[in-house]
């Protein structure tokens, strides 16, 4: 008889669990629910970039019919937002939940007020009177930074929050000295807005009885959201706040962070001892959700004779808006100067980034978050070189690869990463394979006389995924560790629960972990449960970003798995009278070597652990187990992206013509899944290269603040993509997973960028600043002609 | 001032006296119950909120509930019926067509009234009909291939 355990599920595409409520319309997210009593809140927000706030008149509001209460800066009696990283000699802009004295940005939260109803609530905030004397306001990066430039603190010169460096200067610049070749590239990496289709929503809930607050927050990592609130904003006990992170809508990175909306809302709900919904519309996730990217960027690449890379010189201004989002600092730091060797052997490298404020939502991780900013960069600039060479960009790409990896050692960059395992010319090799390169680079020649013009563009890129190691974090500013929690609960018929930090908010944990389990244990995954987004079930764990879940939640598992099998051999030992070392388990079924008629199934042996008649002396009864994994590297993903564009120069419209990825992501566990996450990445990452851009005027008017104005990715402006695969195993986890969810956006930005770039070469064009859009491509074609 | 509606929702009637100014998608969700119809955003863009009024597929968030008085409306969670998944709601779970869900009952919904225009649709034709439709998780691909499988399924029901 065929067991489970004889055909593994590890690396079988397993349709999703989750599917059924999703697809049937019962998944349960936080605008779903709804508690007795509840009330709802809505948010006054400043219409200024920059102003002082002088009065809030909540008179008028307080009379609107269903109108229960206002609240402003001078009442909401918490903490300010923490900022969770910190770098050397960085400026920490005070963060109240409510603007108090000044605004500084459009969309700050001024007031809160709370309705019998959603309407009433908005027909209040309506009628709140507020006091502005507008004030100069700067939204650009670089210009925050000159001289006489609007200053958002008193205390912080020149906008200024930090200056932070990596590399090498000196053997950079004698790099760029002796260098056959440089070439320079101004680069914008422009703002993006996440748009995680469910807008931000929370409700929070006092219990009466118990003081306890239960807080329903869309959040990636529910116990990051109760920590930070509960210690650092509403000093409780944590033992007295519960967070849920119920079905979560998308998050790519802007579910990370603590709001203002939900630190007031929890205070308003034991203010007036009714719990309190707050829904984003999603003109409030334009204004309010933190943005991602947003960078201003010189950068100078040396080459050797050889065309051999010797050098890359990088100085960016970030803009990190008007206060530091949770994780700010981290991302145009850490997340982005180590990320600049790439696939490619570049013995000197130096980094400067000055971290801005300016008078701009705040800027935090967006899906890549700072790995996507890092390779654009790269990427365009190896483009840049192979164009100045002349030499065939996949060309330069391959002479300049580092070399595959032997076994078990890892590649250390000028640039404090070291890689833990890498195979980089076969992913290449294949995508161009697959994409037919020498045949459509013989195609875009013939086609050129007929005025059609086709652009292929390469990407190889590079990713760091699954943080971090907690003690590299530490010491680099992190305020948490970034380990993360497992813990496996067998029950005493055989059915098993599993607790895992990480959250799912699209990934289909449910069904991937219980691949895992399922695995391991030998037993059915109806068998297996997932239980996550819960506080007060799952034991203390760090959430869902980074690409971490397999690599570290799916690792923490692993462990637990390992001390319940150890357990559970011990027992089927015992009662079988038997050696631990003389068993074999397979197929959910211990047996004793060379008498297969001996044995004890998984249910008989997880039932005589809680009957406890008749376990080994001293064994305590039970079988469950906990884990926290604590990576000692992050894993290192990377692939190929190829794509095929047609450019019209009479409009400036791009027709993506063909995509091929092939990724490397070490082993999957369910293929399905993970080429699922690559469509979706590379579809958020074409975004960025053609559509997506976050305007602010230049006096910090969001100019992109609807959906109408701010161009997603559409199906109809997007084509199907080719995936593939090549596998070269981490060494660093037990499950030899690498991260997954964020290689798309990661790759396929320069992939596309380089491929309209590489279309108008014969308009003698060497570089357009992203989002590519029809408009810029057509205005730089036609200032080419007149040239 | 309320203004009395009256509906027929996946086959159950609905009478209700509410806010003239009250949406339609609020309607469902709030003071009917329905939450598998979902909101996300306030300008007629991410489709999220889609349902079929009177066989029309309509954004629920772009319309009062009053301006649906009398109509018979089928949500998400009137599509399967009698326990059996709808072939379109199949074909999204057989070809991994969602991720978070969020968009889903709307996208459900709009490839309903796509398959009744175009029974054997073309991948254009697909991606064209859901341009009133965002999905910021799977880039649209296995969307495609799950309402591919659907209109092959359903042609073989018929």
Redesign the interface.
């Known amino acids: 008889m065929a067991t489970v355990a004889e055909e593994r599920l590890f690396g079988k595409s397993i349709?999703?669990r989750?599917?059924?409520?999703?697809?049937?319309?019962?998944?349960?997210?936080v605008?779903?629910v709804?508690l007795p009593g509840m009330t709802y809140a809505a948010f006054v927000r400043s219409p200024h970039a920059h102003a002082r706030l002088n009065k809030v008149d909540a008179s008028a509001a307080r009379k609107v019919p269903g109108v229960l209460a206002v609240y402003t800066g001078a009442d909401v009696k918490v903490g300010g937002l923490p900022c969770g990283w910190m770098l050397p000699d960085i400026k920490v802009p005070p963060r109240p939940a409510l603007a108090q004295g000044k605004v500084r940005y459009v969309g700050e939260p001024v007031a809160i007020v709370i309705g019998e109803t959603?309407?009433a609530a908005k027909d209040g905030a309506e009628a709140v009177k507020v006091a502005y004397e507008a004030l100069p306001a700067v939204s650009n990066a670089k210009k925050a930074h000159e001289t006489g430039a609007p200053q958002l603190f008193d205390n912080i010169p020149k906008n200024q929050c930090f200056y932070w460096t990596i590399g090498d200067k000196t053997a950079t610049e004698a790099a760029f000295k002796s260098a056959a070749t440089v070439v320079h590239q101004a680069l914008l990496n422009q703002r993006l807005i996440p748009?995680?289709?469910?807008?931000r929503a929370c409700i929070a809930s006092v219990s009466p009885a118990t003081g306890e607050l239960t807080l329903w927050v869309t959040s990636q990592n529910p116990h990051v959201h109760r920590l930070l609130m509960a210690a650092f904003v509403l000093s409780i006990p944590e033992t007295k706040m519960r967070v849920i992170a119920p079905?979560?809508?998308?998050g790519?990175g802007s579910k990370i962070f603590v709001y203002n909306e939900e630190v007031v809302v929890s205070w308003a709900a034991k203010t007036l001892g009714r719990p309190v919904k707050w829904?984003a519309?999603?003109?409030e996730s334009f204004l309010n959700d933190a943005h991602g990217r947003d960078h201003v960027t010189e950068a100078e690449i040396a080459l050797d004779h050889d065309g051999k890379v010797s050098g890359l010189r990088v100085k960016t201004h970030a803009n990190l808006g008007a206060y530091l989002s949770t994780f700010a600092p981290l991302i145009p730091s850490y997340l982005y100067g180590p990320l600049l060797s790439g696939v490619y052997k570049i013995p000197a490298i130096f980094c400067e980034v000055w971290g801005m404020l300016t008078d701009t939502a705040p800027v935090d991780a967006y899906r890549g978050a700072g790995r996507p900013e890092a390779t654009y960069l790269l990427e365009r600039m190896m483009d840049r070189a192979a164009r100045q060479l002349r030499v065939d960009p996949a060309e330069l790409r391959r002479k300049n690869f580092i070399p595959k990896f032997t076994d078990g050692a890892p590649y250390q960059t000028p640039v404090a990463f070291a890689y833990d395992s890498g195979n980089y010319e076969p992913a290449l090799r294949r995508a161009l394979q697959l994409v037919g390169y020498d045949q459509t680079r013989k195609e875009q020649l013939a086609l050129r006389p007929k005025g059609r013009y086709i652009g292929i563009g390469v990407s190889t890129y590079i990713e760091a995924c699954g943080p971090a190691p907690s003690a590299v974090a530490g010491s680099l500013g992190a305020g948490a560790g970034l380990w993360e929690s497992g813990q496996v609960r067998v029950h005493p018929a055989g059915a098993v629960t599993v607790y895992t930090g990480s959250h799912s908010?699209?990934?289909?944990h449910e069904t991937t972990f219980a691949q895992l389990v399922a695995d391991e244990l030998g037993i059915p995954m109806e068998q297996v449960e997932i239980v996550h987004g819960d506080t007060a079930q799952i034991p203390f764990g760090m959430g869902t970003y980074g690409s971490r879940s397999a690599c570290v939640g799916g690792s923490a598992i692993v462990k637990c798995l390992d001390k319940i099998k150890e357990k559970g051999r011990k027992i089927a030992a015992h009662l079988l009278e038997a050696n631990e070392q003389d068993l074999d388990f397979a197929g959910g079924t211990w047996t004793v070597k060379g008498s297969p008629d001996k044995k004890k199934t998984w249910g008989e042996v997880a039932l005589m652990a809680y009957l406890a008649h008749n376990i080994p002396k001293g064994m305590e009864p039970g079988l469950e187990a906990t884990s926290f994994y604590d990576p000692v590297n992050f894993t290192f993903p990377f692939g190929a992206h190829i794509a095929v564009v047609e450019v019209d120069p009479e409009t400036g419209a791009v027709k993506i013509l063909k995509y091929v990825a092939v990724d490397d992501v070490g082993r999957v566990i369910n293929p399905?899944?993970v080429?699922?996450?690559v469509?979706?990445?590379?579809?958020?990452g074409v975004g960025q290269a053609l559509w997506e851009h976050g305007v602010y005027s230049e006096d910090g008017q969001l100019l992109t603040g609807?959906?109408?104005d701010y161009a997603?990715?559409?199906?109809?402006a997007?084509p199907?993509?080719v995936t593939e695969r090549t596998v070269t195993p981490s060494p660093i986890n037990p499950l030899g997973v690498k991260g997954a969810g964020e290689t798309?956006t990661i790759a396929s930005t320069p992939a596309i960028a380089n491929a309209v770039i590489d279309a108008l070469e014969p308009f003698g064009l060497t570089h357009l600043d992203i989002p590519l859009t029809p408009q810029k491509i057509w205005k730089a074609v036609a200032a080419a002609k007149q040239k | 001032m309320k203004l009395p509606v009256k509906m027929t929702i996946n086959g159950q009637k609905t009478s209700d006296e509410v806010e003239p100014r009250l949406l339609l998608v609020h309607y469902i969700r709030e003071v009917v119950g329905l939450t598998g119809t979902h909101v996300g955003c306030d300008t007629s863009q991410c489709g999220a909120c889609t349902i079929l009024m009177n066989g029309q597929a309509v954004k629920a968030c772009t319309m009062f509930a009053v301006q649906a008085d009398g109509a018979t409306i089928t949500t998400i969670e009137g599509l399967a019926r009698n326990g059996e998944l709808h072939p379109i709601q199949q074909g999204f779970w057989e070809k991994h067509g969602l991720q978070c869900g969020f968009c889903t009952p709307g996208m459900i919904m709009t490839a309903y009234q796509l398959l009744e225009r175009y029974p054997k649709p073309t991948e254009e034709q697909i991606r064209h009909q859901l341009e009133g439709n965002l999905c910021r998780c799977t880039g649209y691909h296995n969307i495609v291939k799950a309402i591919e499988w659907a209109a092959e399924h359903m042609a073989g029901k018929k």
């Open positions: 349709k999703r989750e599917d059924p409520r999703f697809i049937t319309g019962r998944g349960q997210y605008d779903d709804k959603a309407y748009n995680a289709i469910e807008p079905d979560v809508g998308g790519f829904t519309e999603r003109r908010h699209g990934q289909g399905m899944i080429d699922g996450m469509h979706g990445g590379i579809a958020q609807t959906m109408m997603l990715p559409k199906a109809d997007l199907s993509y798309g």
